[in-house]
């Protein structure tokens, strides 16, 4: 056990001091700030200035329903539309178009509308202006006249209405989503959660599992392997480096998660007290899916770097490895894949079947938890199956690591080489 | 333990690589206390050898004793261990990296760490002991691997060619620190090339060929049964002399300013030095001597191959 402690120690120290550890740690949190500052920024400065707007209306009777439509407000406060001037059925067309176009052109005038006199009958409504792509101004706009419109048409037919916003305002589809034990309102955050879940597990999988394979390679390219394995069993070694690098992924989680905390905590007070109404997401995730995803990585982290790591033991330099790996990532890229799929019918026989199979458990039965838990009994199987895959791959892994260590320092023959695959 | 208790005992060992015997049954009995040395021709199994007794390799057969006791992790860490291939981790500190490996043979780390110091005050690394290995020259890295070797006091050392990449001033250095550890009681198993350090350190020695134990014992001994049967001349004359006398001699070695000629059994050596003086050769060195053990390295070798 000692041995194993030393071990783990010297993984962890060396690793956790690298230049490339401290830049991983820091940088997503980092990035993460940065986006929220930008996002801030972008907030504040959002079409931060009233807009300024005429209507030119042939049909007589629009203009002031548009003018009152028009009252939607900035996040500073200011009115998003004024309505500088109103010509109702102009003597001369022509002229108020051309005196508004001088006027966009030189900027004291955002845009303009135009209402065809028969409007109600279907006529687009036009509007002119310098900036078309400003997506919310016009889809503002729209809304307004559509109301309006409507309001012409319900008047003609003969009924009287005042407030047609009122009216055609449409109704909005509340999602609930029920749980074992209550039901929260759904928007989109079980999405968000399940998406960045899987990301993090399969980002961190090979991260962690590349790691060690690297590691193990390392040993062996420089030859510290024989060193090491005259003080230690290879087991020891094996076990060692697989915590030791286990260990500095932890480290890494610890340090996003607290930065994750303080970002939700103290970010929305800087948004406030910055008067913007950022749009953070209230995010819940449950504690209890906290607690799998830690179980789901813990077992995944176990099953992958065992195998990264006989690769590393297997391989004499990096293109080798990069070889090797390759079957080894296939099924965690497969499993994120199938991540739609999964997502759409959480519960469907193809989707229990896949998560059931312990290299798509980690990041399959995760995915099933977060959308929608599964019976306990298939938790508890994925759990039991994925413990049992990982002590066979360890076992074969152990093999691979100390067949890869009988062999180092030899010039391999073929001979040799078949004795080798046979091992393995 | 008694004085003759022995230090490593291998019994009929073998070690196969499919086809190839690395090592076949092999028997081999080293003294406490003894410098030893394991001779052999590139290929012959030494390391093989050393690996085995460094459980480091499993044998197919035979049973291997170290210290007066079956192989086991518990005498493992009794055992100081400098492989013909170094390894260092090239990222670490050189201090640290000794720190970990001497408490991974079981010392506390802070023992650990005033034995690394120690050292590499000794070996003159001090200046480099907070340096990354990799910013080390081969021959201290070769030093500091060494000191891994060593730190945790092993009773028994075993050194694969412990002396490759050292200039003779360092290599003068490890020599004396070999010779103060055998004082000390630790047994050194020393595996070389290099006959002419064998010859003057080692007090007894194994010769294997092909994986075969091919001559073993007390050096002296070994030397004497070989009889005073060459001699080595300085003489003005490039040795045509001695073809004169192909029924004395046996086979001739010219190193430029000196030859040894081995003699066949029984032949006089006076007859030589007569056929020198007749032959009008000024001789300014004439001395019967024991056959060197790079003679009796080259006639073993070529014997067994021919």
Redesign the interface.
Known sequence: MR?IW??IK?EYV?RVRTKGFVIATVALPSLTVALFIVSILIAMHEVDHTLNVAILDNNGDLAAAIKRGLDRKLANGQPAFRVVESQVRPASEELVRGEWRVAVRSGQLDGYLVVPPDVAAGTPVEFHTKNAANFAVTEDLDRVVTNAVIGLRLNQSGARVDKVAEIVRGVDLKLMRITEHDEKEEKGQTFIVAVSMTMILYTTLVMYGVSTMRSVL??KT????????????PFHLMAGKILGVGAVGFTQYLVWALSAALITTYGAAVAASLKVHASLPQIYIPSSLLIYFVVYFLLGYFLYASFFASVGAAASNEHDAQQLQWPVTLPLIFSFIMFNFILRDPNSDTAVGLSLVPFFTPILMLLRISAETPPFWQIGLSILLTLLATVGVVYLSARIYRVG??MY?KRPSV??L??WLRYS | MTATTDAAVLERVTKRYDSLTAVGHLSLRIRQGALFGLLGPNGAGKTTTLRMLMRILIPDEGSIQVLGEPLSEQAQDRIGYLPEERGLYPRMQVRKLLVFLGALKGLPESEANRRARDWLERLQLADWSEKKVIDLSKGMQQKVQFIAAVIHRPPLLILDEPFTGLDPINAVVLKDIMLELREQGSTIILSTHRMEQVEMMCDSICLINQGQNVLQGELQVIKKSYGKNTVRIECSDDGAFLKQVPTLIQSVNHFGAVIEAKLHPGSDPQEVLKAAVEGGVRVTRFELMEPSLNDIFIERVSDAHA
């Open positions: 041995k030393l071990i010297r060396t390392e040993e420089t030859r510290t392997m024989e060193v090491l394995i005259s003080a230690a069993r260590v009988l320092g001979v040799e078949w004795r």
